[in-house]
Each structure stands twice: as C-alpha cells, then as structure tokens.
C-alpha cells in the first residue's frame, strides 16, 4: 500500500497496462487510449497548402520560446494535463527551452503569432517521435497541421528511417490528418493514472 501512494502512472501496450493493474490494489482514477502510429518515407502523402499566403513557416530556437509559450500552454492544457490545476508555467517555459535545444520544432506565424506547430519529442537512432502538435482554436480545418507535419516529416526523412507518434483515439479531426499523411497503426497504448484519494 506504500508504493501505491507514489504511484502516479502505468503506461504502456495496452494488454500489459491492464495485466499490471489486475495485480494493483486499486483501480485507476483515469483512463487515456492511443493509437501507436508510424511512417515511412515511402508511405508519405504531400498534402495541400494552406490557402492563405498570410503565413510564415519558421524552425524554432531557444530564443523563439517566450514567442511560443501561448501555443505550448494551450497544448498542454487541451492534450497533456488531466488536471489543468497541475499547471506549472516555469516548468512549461523551460521544458520549451530544452526542446528548442534538442527537438525540431517547425511553427506558423501569422501577422507576428504563432498559431500552429509539429515537434519531434523524442529522437533516436533511426525513429523519431512526432508531438506537440497543435493549432489554434481558430485556425483549424485550413491546413496548417497538415503541412506543418509535411515539412517536419521532410526533416526527419533526411536523417531518419521512419517517424512515430501517439494519438488519443477520441481524437478524431487528428487521426484523420496522420492518415491522410500516410500514417498506419501499430498497436493500442494506455495510460491508467492513479489520484491520490
């Protein structure tokens, strides 16, 4: 019962997340379901432009993070947070930093602010993972995301065998434009998050 108070999360291939929780002494708080998704370069689909040529596409430096803060927060908000009071601005702002250092960040600016970006997350020897993809509220359905994920994919092409991401499976608008691009899926992930009571 001790170590089930440290315990936050267990993530992992779907059918071993729920053989774990079957030997845990309480049920998770919360559920989260993903798709495991991949690419090749082979298998990639040039997408449309946006429509509006009101847009500039730039690769993000350390420098670039206060500029971005407002996207990465929203994301985190909307995707990663299950409960948005864990919030912690100085975590978000220097975890950007760190990512600006190490990642290839690719975003759209429109009149001075950002409103869409595509991220590696994670990079290894011959797959990198794509997340942190977001746009705005009001700039969805005109093609940022879509070319975003093009151009980033480009990038990862010239040194890389194949790209991966995670995907919630409700989220329906995001798994349709990784297909378009010429994702497949892989496997079903799940995170079981454990409250403290």
């Known amino acids: 019962d001790r170590y089930m108070k440290r315990l936050h999360s267990v993530m992992g291939l779907f059918h071993d997340v729920s053989t774990i929780e079957s030997y845990l002494p309480r049920e998770a708080s919360v559920y989260i379901d993903y798709y495991l998704m991949t690419i090749t370069e082979k298998n990639m689909i040039t997408p449309e432009k946006p429509l509006d040529n009101d847009y500039i596409i730039k690769l ?67 797959v990198d993972q794509i997340g942190g993809v977001y746009t705005l509220q009001e700039e969805r359905e005109k093609g940022y995301a879509g070319y975003l994920m093009y151009l980033l994919l480009k990038r990862i092409f010239k040194k890389k065998l194949r790209a991966s991401l995670f995907v919630k499976k409700t989220n329906t608008p995001a798994i349709n434009l990784y297909r378009n691009l010429g994702f497949s899926f892989i496997d079903n992930f799940k995170i079981a998050y454990f409250f403290e009571e």
């Not at 912690?88 to 250092?101: I, S, Y």
């Open 60 to 126: 993000a430096r350390p420098r670039d993070s206060e500029r971005l803060y407002s996207l990465q927060k929203k994301y985190e908000l909307e995707e990663v947070y299950v409960d948005p009071s864990h919030f912690n601005p100085r975590v978000c702002l220097n975890h950007l930093k760190q990512m600006a250092k190490s990642d290839i960040i690719l975003y759209a600016e429109k009149k001075g602010i950002p409103i869409a970006k595509a991220q590696t997350n994670a990079r290894g020897y011959s």
